[in-house]
Structure formats: C-alpha cells, structure tokens
C-alpha cells in the first residue's frame, strides 16, 4: 500500500521570547534560529521516523535544498517531490519560556501547487491507498474530490484552521480527520470535547475524527457514540512546536502497523511528549527506537 503526504515545507524561523508581541509592541528577542518545518514535512518524518515507508509530495522552492536533504535524511521517499520558483514558504514563530508558540505563515511555494501537479501525484496512488494532507497548500478541494473519485483513503489535518475553507472543503470524502480542540470547535461550531465529535459524527458519518486536547491528551468517539479519552504522556514542556505534527505521523504509522486506534494514538502521545522536551520543529521529532 502507498502512503503519500501532499504536504508543506517552510523554513521556520523561531525567536525566543519573553511574551508573544503585542498590537503596537515592538519587543527585543532571546534568540533566533532558521529550522525546517512546515506541517506536512513535519508529518513525513513523523511518519517515516515512526519506521513507516511515506512518499512527500509538494513543491520546493529555491532555498528548499536543506529541507529536501532532511527529508531524505529522514528515509522520506521524494520521487513525487517537486521544483518552482516559487520563494520557499516559511513561519515566523515565537517560542514563549514555558514552550508555547505563536505562528505566521507564508505559503509561497506551499500556495503554488497546479493542477498538472495533483493528476501527477494522485496518478500515483490506487484504490485504498493512503493521502495525508494538512491546510497549508491551495487546491485542496480539487485534491479531496480527485482523490475520492479513485477510491484513495485521505487523512486531513485541518490546520491551520479556516472558517472560509471549512465551508468549502468536502469533508464529508474523508477517512480521518485530525483536529485540535480549536479547529475541531470552528469545524463542528460548538466548543465542548465530546459535543464536537458527536457533531461532527452526526455530519461526516463515514469519516473518523481524532481530536488532540493538547495537555489534556486525545479522544476519540467509540462505536457505542461515547467519547474515548487517551490520557496524556508527562512531559517537561521545552517548546511545543510540532508536537501535533509528531502526534499525527505516528497516530497514522500505528494504524498502518495494524493498532487498534486507542493504541495507535498513545503510541502518538508519547512520541509527542517527546518531541514537546526538545526546542525546533522538524529536528525535535524522535525515532521509534528513543520510544522505548
Ligand atoms: O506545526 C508546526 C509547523 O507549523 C511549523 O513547523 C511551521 O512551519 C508551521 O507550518
């Protein structure tokens, strides 16, 4: 079976700071470093350092070099991986001292995906194969309904999240999706854990939702229609970027392995608490082996 990730790649660029910045603040920084990141890269090498075979497909851009040779680095397949002259997209990010972030995007090269591109890549893929995606690329309503129309399995993480593309994306075609508490209440409209999967049960019946409850761990709704909580795993909290990423790639490497779902997501938890102990984003992703 394929496992493809139509993803982003952004160069990170992360300040440390004292507090996130303020309307009309101008505020000195600790530190800044340039990482690789990008929700769909992270995702890849979550997935491929989970011990899972994953291909990346998505658009590079000039300054993308470093981004491709981690993936690769990484065991990630990028044969479907491929060039523009798009500027690479990129996130500003600041890391507060008790780990949580604050991000903005530019898309650039992660906006610039045609439609040549996706017949390439969904040509790639049969009938009950996998396509993971998250909402930093453009065309993916096009994507969702092609990939449907094959028979291909889709896994959407629908973040960042956006109340323009929840009214238009065809959620109703996919076989997963993963949301964070917030994303889950604007998809769903109601703000309550158990209230979103219900709702969203109740609207997308073939499609499985997780939902990440960041500290408070991870739920999903049983077969009897009564939420299952997965508890968190303790971490010492450095920054958490990427942890939702990590949480993803295994979640989904789990289920290819075979897990039962409750399993497959406290596989992810823990990969997650780890990726939370360690500062970056792509770089703070373990392998399977530090799992143990
Ligand atoms: O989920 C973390 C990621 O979000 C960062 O790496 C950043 O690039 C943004 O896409």
């Known amino acids: 079976m394929n496992v493809v990730n139509f993803g982003s790649l952004n160069i990170d660029h992360v300040y440390a700071v004292d507090h996130f910045c303020r309307a009309g603040e101008t505020i000195h920084t600790k530190s800044y470093t340039q990482n690789a990141g990008g ?115 889709t896994a959407f993480n629908f973040a960042p999240f956006d109340p323009e593309d929840a009214k238009t994306l065809p959620l109703g075609l996919l076989s997963y999706l993963i949301v964070n508490e917030i994303e889950g209440a604007g998809v769903a409209g109601v703000a309550e854990p158990e209230a979103i999967l219900r709702t969203l049960k109740e609207r997308y019946p073939g499609c499985r939702v997780i939902l990440t409850l960041g500290k408070a761990g991870a739920a999903f709704l049983g077969d009897d229609g009564v939420m299952v909580p997965v508890p968190p795993c303790p971490a010492e909290v450095v920054d958490t970027t990427s942890a939702g990423d990590t949480f993803i790639g295994y979640l989904f490497a789990g289920l290819l392995e075979g897990m039962e779902l409750k399993a497959a997501m406290e596989l992810a938890g823990r990969a997650s608490a780890i990726t939370v102990s360690r500062a970056g984003a792509a770089d703070s992703i373990p392998f399977r082996k530090e799992l143990r």
């Open 39 to 153: 929700k769909g890269l992270n995702q890849s090498i979550a997935v491929s350092r989970s011990g899972q075979k994953v291909h990346h497909a998505g658009l590079l851009g000039p300054e993308g070099a470093r981004l491709a040779e981690l993936l690769s680095g990484s065991g990630v397949d990028l044969r479907y991986l491929k060039h523009t002259d798009v500027p690479q997209g990129h996130a500003v990010i600041q890391v507060q001292p008790d780990g949580q972030n604050c991000i903005f995007l530019y898309g650039g090269s992660n906006q610039a995906v045609t439609p040549q591109e996706i017949d390439e890549v969904l040509m790639q893929l049969n009938a009950g194969d996998y396509l993971l995606l998250q909402n930093e690329i453009n065309s993916l309503g096009t994507i969702l309904e092609k990939a449907h129309a094959r028979g291909i399995r």
